[in-house]
């Protein structure tokens, strides 16, 4: 206590906050350079890591594969009877009788499970399948664990549905399984999976997707292995490891399947179509190519959206990942080459006596044996984030050092120098009186936040309107009535904020400037606080938002203009940035400018603006069947932030005119 009150002390924090407010803007612009410019280092070997087992259990060098020519025939035969059935079916219906006769003749319990999805916010039915899938237990102890093998169905999936039912078959032979083996026919991709595991789990998340209960289970799922395969040849595997909000499996998994195909006839293995170089070059086209191989998992994670029918597992604590096939030039890789890769992924699965935890679950892939953990791209994030802390400080000192003989937040950063120091213990001053009523404001505009989260399922309940009651091409009244609400509500703030002035009846100069200052202060501490929290549960999401949010933030004057014009080229400039609706276009058309390895051609534009409004016409029903938070953080998160910047804003222009009135 006898330093908080000394005198010294309070001298020094003050010439502290003075040095701070003079380069605070400069420091903090260095920080965000050196924040980029260290997380486009992480392609380069030398900030990243080689990939490794951590789980000694997994004994990938003992697996060995056992299939047979029988196994080969076997699997000639089911695609040609599965061929035959997705052709006589030409709206793509699953062969339930047909798959559960196979699975029942090679000895697996055989079960089927119908489902029904309904559309959220109308009383009509979107989609409705049937789940197939059969239990091979295991012989020599009780169904407490199990293992599965899974396959969506689809015209183009017969060889993954095939190679599923060919291995369960293969499987059920052999007496080492110390793991109950299912295997899995999903319909309808995500929903049916979903639809599945919430019967096998015994919940149900959600009103509007029915599923039977299922009539046989086995023990506890520790992983799953899908699989996409397309042609009986093929050129390499891409591993699909994506899942719902940017989820990512065990890495030990990844690992384990990247090294088994380079084991078992030295099959490629990309990630998102990407990965061609060679794993210990720094040269400049391998340091390129493994940074490309970061951005594009780096914008599927940000998406938060699944990625295939393993995005599902994920939500329920179960490692899963898709082997997905893909034919590109030469394709020298057959059937015998994928089984024994999945095979032997399996019995290494089979070894385990707890659940995957040893490696890392938060990680970007660089590359088939190079990986980025949490621990190497938290700093670069760090940096990236240091300006927001460094802007809010001075803001807030600045607000409290504020007295009669303090002008306004001068040239930006001059006044706020000022300001911290004509007060030596500024820290230690009585708080803004005005404090609460920006509180009350901030709450205020949170609370409506809320209103416009809830506004589909509130508007929609009381109108009962379907959801083909269209305003526009390809919108709907789910999507269109909380965008309606966000941009009424930012469009009617320059009407609110004068009422909510401290000066509002009285002008008065200092408190008037104070205002967009303390409210730009607390703007910055929300922003902070949701991207931090954000960042530990989904970094490349955090980090595509701070990207544009954090130098508009920095870089925001809160100066009095010479007139509203300047306003409103800030204003506007600041939209671009940082709203929701900008901030989806951005994010479409930096996704399409990786995968095109360029930028976007104007002519491509409004594909990308079609595509981003698709994104947030699904938002609201994608979080209520799969509980994908793109809508949530939207609506209750970037939205109120933007609606306080916009009100900094408001909040000069007003000052702008009492000032003149006083004068």
């Known amino acids: 206590m006898g330093l908080l009150s000394s005198p010294s002390a309070s001298k020094g924090l003050g010439k502290a906050i003075l040095l701070l407010s003079r380069i605070y803007q400069l420091v903090g612009l260095v920080s965000y350079i050196a924040g980029v410019v260290c997380l486009a280092l992480l392609a380069h070997n030398d900030f990243n890591g080689k990939s490794y087992y951590s789980e000694n259990a997994l004994q990938p060098g003992v697996a060995a594969s056992t299939i047979s020519q029988a196994d080969l025939d076997r699997y000639g035969v089911l695609v040609k009877e599965l061929g035959r059935s997705s052709s006589s079916k030409s709206n793509g219906v699953i062969p339930v009788n047909y798959l559960t006769e196979v699975l029942s003749s090679v000895g697996l319990e055989a079960h089927r499970q119908n489902f029904s999805v309904s559309h959220p916010f109308a009383k009509e039915e979107i989609a409705r399948g049937q789940n197939v899938y059969g239990i091979a237990r295991a012989p020599r102890i009780a169904s407490t664990e199990s293992v599965i093998l899974a396959a969506p169905w689809r015209e183009e999936n017969v060889h993954g549905v095939a190679l599923a039912v060919t291995l369960g078959a293969l499987m059920k032979r052999q007496a080492y399984w110390a793991k109950d083996v299912i295997v899995l026919v999903v319909d309808q991709e995500v929903w049916g999976s979903e639809a599945w595991l919430q019967a096998y789990h015994g919940l149900h998340r959600s009103k509007h997707l029915q599923s039977e209960d299922l009539p046989a289970s086995a023990g506890s799922i520790q992983a799953a292995l899908c699989l996409d395969i397309e042609n009986d040849r093929f050129s390499g595997i891409d591993i699909l490891t994506d899942g719902i909000n940017g989820q990512m499996p065990n890495l030990d998994l990844v690992n384990l399947v990247t090294g088994l195909a380079q084991s078992h006839g030295g099959i490629p293995v990309t990630f998102n179509r990407r990965g061609n170089y060679r794993e210990n070059s720094n040269d400049f086209d391998d340091v390129q190519e493994r940074m490309v191989t970061l951005l594009l998992g780096a914008a599927r994670q940000a998406s ?310 698709l994104v947030w016409h699904r938002a609201p029903v994608d979080y209520e069947l799969l509980g994908i938070w793109l809508y949530p953080l939207l609506t209750l998160c970037v939205f109120p932030l933007t609606a306080l910047t916009v009100a900094v804003l408001t909040g000069r222009a007003t000052s702008v005119r009492k000032h003149e009135h006083v004068d």
Not at 314 to 324: C, G, W
Not at 399 to 409: E, L, N, S
Not at 520 to 544: G, H
């Open 304 to 613: 938060l959206q699944p990625t295939g029918i393993h995005s599902s597992f994920m939500r329920y604590r179960i490692e899963a990942m898709t082997l997905k096939t893909y034919e590109e030039g030469h394709a020298p890789y057959t059937f015998g080459h994928v089984a024994s890769v999945i095979e032997a992924a399996m019995r290494c699965i089979n070894n385990l006596l707890e659940r995957f935890h040893q490696s890392f679950f938060f990680y970007l892939i660089a590359g088939g044996e190079r990986y980025v953990s949490i621990g190497m791209y938290m700093p670069p994030i760090g940096l990236l984030l240091l300006p927001l802390i460094l802007r809010g400080l001075v803001l807030w000192f600045s607000c409290v050092g504020t007295d009669d003989a303090t002008a306004a937040d001068g040239a930006d950063a001059g006044d706020d120098q000022a300001n911290a120091g004509n007060s030596q213990a500024v820290a230690f001053l009585p708080l803004p009186a005005f404090l609460s009523q920006v509180a009350s404001f901030v709450f205020a505009v949170l609370l409506f936040a809320g209103i416009v989260f809830i506004s589909p399922w509130a508007f929609c309940s009381m109108v009962q309107a379907p959801p083909t009651l269209s305003v526009g091409a390809g919108s709907s009244l789910h999507s269109v009535v909380p965008l309606a609400l966000a941009l009424g509500f930012i469009v009617a703030l320059p009407f609110l904020i004068p009422r909510l002035l401290p000066g509002g009846r009285s002008p008065d100069r200092h408190s008037s400037d104070d205002f967009p200052k303390l409210v730009l202060c607390m703007t910055i501490i929300l922003w902070l606080a949701m991207l931090a929290v954000v960042t530990l549960i989904n970094a490349p999401f955090a980090t595509a938002l701070a990207l544009p949010t954090v130098p508009a933030l920095l870089l925001m004057p809160t100066t009095k203009p010479r007139n509203t014009a300047v306003l409103f080229v800030q204003g506007i400039l600041l939209l671009a940035f940082v709203s929701p609706p900008s901030l989806l276009i951005g994010a479409v058309a930096v996704r399409d400018a990786i995968d095109q390895g360029g930028m976007v051609p104007p002519s491509d534009w409004t594909a990308v603006l079609q595509r981003a409004w």
